[in-house]
T-cell receptor
């Protein structure tokens, strides 16, 4: 039981294609987050969710869409991928009683 | 928005002590976190400070001064496995648990 998983772990796609990155947790944590990590920028928040059906934009939301119909899943969709979206994407969760975010293993996305 | 500063790179010797500093903007501050990230892996939680003072956890300690907008992570008895990136992150009051991360400090431990 891995706690938080991401799929795929690696993805190569082409400019203009739609891509969905999956995030699944088994802890029933209320909060879920999507970050991207690029050299020189550290981790930047794309979108977050405080509970099922509650989502909001982070620092860099343009070009991304999220949904959260179930507590355990938080998919991130790139509607029309661009080269600038080549990055490592991390999903994270946090429970209400915690002060700690738990990170998934990451998805390395390359947009050609 | 929040602006977090930490050194880009640091080098230290095995067995030594190293201090990684982090400064942030104090307005609306509601907690400071340190994460460790090995190359190619996910960040893992090291510490959380919300009150002034030193929190010790084994070889790692974290210090916070809220009035100065300053924190440091202290690593003692350095080991080769401590070579990693150390990320400072700040939580703002009123946020839904969002964190703003610094760019990270790449620590290299030499034999």
């Amino acid at each position: 039981d891995a706690g938080i998983t991401q799929s795929p772990r690696y993805k190569i796609t082409e400019t203009g294609r739609q891509v969905t990155l999956m995030c699944h947790q088994t802890w029933s944590h209320s909060y879920m987050f999507w970050y991207r990590q690029d050299l020189g920028h550290g981790l930047r928040l794309i979108y977050y969710s405080a509970a099922a059906d509650i989502t909001d934009k982070g620092e860099v939301p343009d070009g991304y869409v999220v949904s959260r119909s179930k507590t355990e899943n938080f998919p991130l969709t790139l509607e029309s991928a661009t080269r600038s979206q080549t990055s490592v994407y991390f999903c994270a969760t946090e429970g209400v009683t915690y002060n700690e975010q738990f990170f998934g293993p990451g998805t390395r996305l390359t947009v050609l | 928005g929040q602006n977090i500063d930490q050194p880009t790179e640091m080098t230290a010797t095995e067995g030594a002590i190293v201090q990684i500093n982090c400064t942030y903007q104090t307005s609306g501050f509601n907690g400071l976190f340190w994460y460790q990230q090995h190359a190619g892996e996910a960040p893992t939680f090291l510490s959380y400070n919300v009150l002034d003072g030193l929190e010790e956890k084994g070889r790692f300690s974290s210090f916070l001064s809220r009035s100065k907008g300053y924190s440091y992570l202290l690593l003692k008895e350095l080991q080769m496995k401590d070579s990693a990136s150390y990320l400072c992150a700040v939580r703002m009051s009123g946020s839904a648990r969002q964190l703003t991360f610094g760019s990270g400090t790449q620590l290299t431990v030499l034999p």
